[in-house]
């Protein structure tokens, strides 16, 4: 054959072997962009002397969508949320709680929560709080007392909500006077729809992450949001005045999120649970606490770490608290297409 | 043994040469084109129902695309803007090419559309956040407006809604504006410019009766390469669109992923492309005709 076939052969060869090498290194990991911490798994490098190939996700449909395609990955990292529809999709297996050398230390709501017939599902790493966060130097403290301010006109365009459908509903059902959303009817949730929709007229922008809304509340423009407690301790970090209020009179709203066993493997095990026991070690637990302000999933390193929980906002409260925990997936599908049509202005 | 000889006797002729060639190109674009859109195509037939796909043909997504009054206003809204997009960057960019075609030394035309070309060297994403900061509610354009005196609060109409999408988009395609245009005007034989004026035509006039439909190829061009892409584009109003500035190729990702409901999503796609292939081809045969009545 002449010189061309020849090259577009060897350009081929190279195309189809450069494909394998994703996929290379003991361990891949698809887990939520800026995880590729390595404060939080600091014994895996040291045991392993290298960190684990991570794939980045902004969003947890997308993983999803990537594993359903087949994506091979060792571990991914869902909210509690996405847990059952990822398990009945069967993109995810349960751990076996004997190789994870802190599991009687874990939080045991959050652990036991993902107790299927087969087995635990989720190791619990890393939850938080969403919460009425505001500038205190460029508002009145006394109106940031109940949720209500996020419908008062004289804060037309000067609001903020998540783009995220968990936390959006969470405002709009505690706000309405609901704080299990497990238990809420059709008419609930239509009382909360109406009330976002209302909400909606004051918000300037739907914030996608942290970086996105810090930029909103540290110019001025928005005055107050719907954030989850990372926002407050990094942007009072950086000099701001921002206060995380979890005691409105309608309460807050708290997520989880955790480690779970790909099915559709990349490599041996034996990795994975290395990563897993790195990511519980107490100082991990630490990092997460002071320099994310999250809480972490190992509940007796959480103990120990005492003051710094209470600073970064994760202590007891005397108010209402909707926890994020897995819905009936049909009123879930609802509430996604209603968020939608409220976003898009309907 | 014939066969054999029959074949070595084809492998010389013109017209094998011609089918090797553009084999691999052709089963690329079958591969990385055709077989896409036709798992799309299918898609939309189709029906998700929670973590399964029914298979079973159906309209219903069509059905659902064309009479919601979201997906109406989301179309009517991405049609608007692309519209307004396209408008803004070819009249914007049409004085460009005109100074770089009629102005400037021929030897250094080259650098000066290589100079177009630069913003390109950045990423798309940073001119967006450029846009962000220019716009931004203590951004350039409000800093100076309230550093001379002129407003008191700073304007918010500028960031977060359609105008922020219009502006960032049109700044955006600029030099896929500039380009055709400039070849179109670099094709004007220079002559029949001096003949209009020596047969009495102001510069106005010579402009209108001779330049302009002699560079409409390119206007035309500029219109569409600018209009079809800026109807898909979903970054941009994710970015500086706000409440208010979504379009439809927000919805089609939002239906392929979080809404999880790809066949819906695949319909949206595929009547968005109908729309726009048909007001392309008006556009099209609008020009064909108006080319033909003036020539």
Sequence with gaps: ????????????????????????????????????????????????????????????????????????????????????????????????????????????????????????????????????????????????????????????????????????????????????????????????????????????????????????????????????????????????????????????????????????????????????????????????????????????????????????????????VLSQVPMDHALRENMIAEFEMIKAGF | MFAASEFSRWRRTEGFKGLALVSPPFLYALAMLAAPLAAVVLFSFWTQDYLTLDRTPTWNNYRTAWSETIYQVLMLRSLKISALVTAATVLLSFPIAYYVSFYIDPRRKTLWIFLITIPFWTSYLMRIFLWKVILGYNGVVNGSLMGLGLIEEPLTFILYNQNAVILTLSHAWAPFAILPIFVALERIDRSLLEAAEDLGDGPLRRFFRVTLPLAMPGVLAASVIVFIPTIGDYVTPRLVGGPNGLLIANMIELQFKKANNAPLGSALAISAMLIVAVISVVFLWLNRRYIRSRG
């Design chain 1, 1 to 320: 054959m002449n010189t061309i076939a020849k090259q577009i052969a060897a350009c081929a060869v190279i195309l189809s072997t450069s494909a394998v090498w994703a996929a290379d290194d003991g361990l891949v990991v698809l887990d939520w962009s800026a995880y590729d911490d390595e404060n939080f798994f600091l014994g895996y490098i040291e045991k392993h002397g290298d960190m684990p190939v991570f794939s980045m996700f902004g969003e947890e449909e997308e993983a999803f969508q990537k594993l359903r395609a087949g994506f091979k990955a060792d571990l991914t990292h869902p909210c509690s949320q996405s847990v059952p529809k990822w398990r009945e999709a069967g993109v995810i297996e349960p751990f076996d709680p004997s190789r994870i050398e802190r599991w009687d230390d874990l939080n045991e709501i959050m652990r036991e929560a993902f107790k299927y017939e087969d087995g635990y599902y989720l190791v619990p790493a890393d939850w938080g709080t969403t919460t009425l966060t505001y500038r205190a130097d460029l508002v009145e403290e006394a109106e940031m007392e109940s949720l209500q301010v996020f419908l008062d006109p004289k804060y037309a365009g000067r609001t903020s909500i998540g783009d995220n459908v968990d936390d959006a509903y969470a405002l709009a059902y505690l706000a309405t006077g609901l704080d299990d959303w497990t238990k809420a009817t059709d008419d609930d949730f239509r009382k909360a729809s109406d009330w976002l929709r209302k909400a909606h007229q004051n918000v300037r922008a739907y914030w996608v992450d942290g970086a996105e809304l810090a930029q909103l509340m540290g110019s001025g423009e928005v005055l107050f949001s719907w954030a989850w407690n990372e926002t407050a301790v990094t942007m009072s970090a950086d000099g701001f005045d921002v206060v995380s209020n979890r005691e409105p009179v309608e309460g807050s709203s708290d997520w989880f999120c955790g480690y779970a066993n790909v099915t559709n493997q990349a490599n041996d095990e034996a990795k994975a649970y290395d990563f897993i026991n790195a990511w519980m070690e107490p100082r991990s637990a630490k990092y997460l606490v002071n320099d994310w302000g999250y809480g972490h999933g190992n509940s007796a390193a959480m103990a120990e770490l005492g003051e710094d929980v209470i600073n970064a906002g994760l202590g007891e409260i005397d108010a209402p």
